[in-house]
């Protein structure tokens, strides 16, 4: 845990450095300022209303305990154990096996688990899965992600300010400078926000394995989703791609060079951290 703290603190520190930096070569100090309103604001928009947006693109609906009395016994148990509030239960119509949590605190908070996954898991599977989503509550992963959001969306726009307010003289840097760092800046922003979500994964993991106390049970969930995803891969669309981060696994077809800008660390990573949490010797 300490470990991917300071991981994410890292990168969350360059990405600062980096649009202080840029910042004020391209645009000084009112580019900086002009930058900062616009990532502020998108920012709000995803800490206060990621649980909308994101239920919404899975097209969940809230469940009741008569219809689910399993995922609702599970939930309150952790939650208990935890001592923190129980957050809202959502069940989401998609036949791949995949959940997510959301929510900026506790008290806000929303769990949503697909069809395919209660179909899939067994209950000390399912347990391992719903204690990684509460984790990622207890983290403030929301709050984390947003501000890496924030900073990115800083980045981007970056480009743009030096393109309509720069200059070629010694004062500023020049168009094709400007137009270099719209191009690159986006994707070395994109880089280290991808490489924070997949830092609070391992993190999430660990959180949620010592709450249940069972990181294999976990462990042998992941290895089920991971069949699951590769069988029903979800159709990309930016809907979706905007709270794929939140999910426990991928739910697109990574391939390629996808894999290098995948918010999420391989399974089979995650697996071997799980089993040697649990003292596993193969």
């Not at 360059?14 to 930058?35: D, T």
């Not at 981060?245 to 391989?266: Q, V, W």
């Amino acid at each position: 845990m300490h470990h991917n703290g300071l991981r994410t603190a890292i990168l969350l520190g360059a990405l600062s450095a980096f649009i202080l930096v840029v910042g004020a070569w391209l645009g000084g100090g009112s580019g900086l300022r002009i930058a900062f309103v616009i990532a502020l604001a998108a920012s709000g928009v995803s800490y206060f209303f990621s649980d909308r947006i994101a239920l919404s693109a899975m097209r969940a609906r809230p469940v009741a305990e008569v219809e689910q009395p399993v995922l609702y016994r599970i939930v309150r148990d952790l939650s208990y154990d935890a001592r923190q509030p129980m957050p809202r239960l959502y069940v989401s119509p998609t036949m791949q096996p995949n959940a997510f949590a959301t929510g900026r605190n506790p008290r806000n908070a929303a769990v949503c688990v697909t069809h395919g996954i209660l179909g899939l898991l067994d209950e000390r599977e399912l347990k391992g899965v719903i204690g990684h989503e509460l984790a990622h509550v207890y983290n403030r992963d929301i709050l984390i992600s947003s501000i890496a959001g924030a900073l990115a969306t800083m980045i981007t726009y970056f480009g743009y300010i030096g393109l309509f307010f720069g200059s070629d003289d010694d004062e500023g840097p020049g168009f094709l400078s400007a137009l270099l760092v719209m191009i690159l800046g986006p994707v070395a922003a994109s880089m280290i926000q991808m490489a924070i979500s997949r830092s609070r994964e391992f993190a999430a993991d660990e959180t949620g394995a010592r709450l249940t106390g069972d990181p294999l049970a976990l462990a042998s969930a992941l290895r089920k989703i991971e069949m699951g995803v590769r069988q029903l891969p979800l159709m990309e669309n930016g809907r979706l791609a905007s709270a794929s981060h939140m999910m426990i696994a991928n739910p697109f077809r990574g391939a390629g060079i996808g894999k290098l800008f995948s918010t999420h660390p391989p399974i089979a990573e995650r697996i071997s951290r799980l089993e040697r949490m649990a003292g596993y010797r193969r």
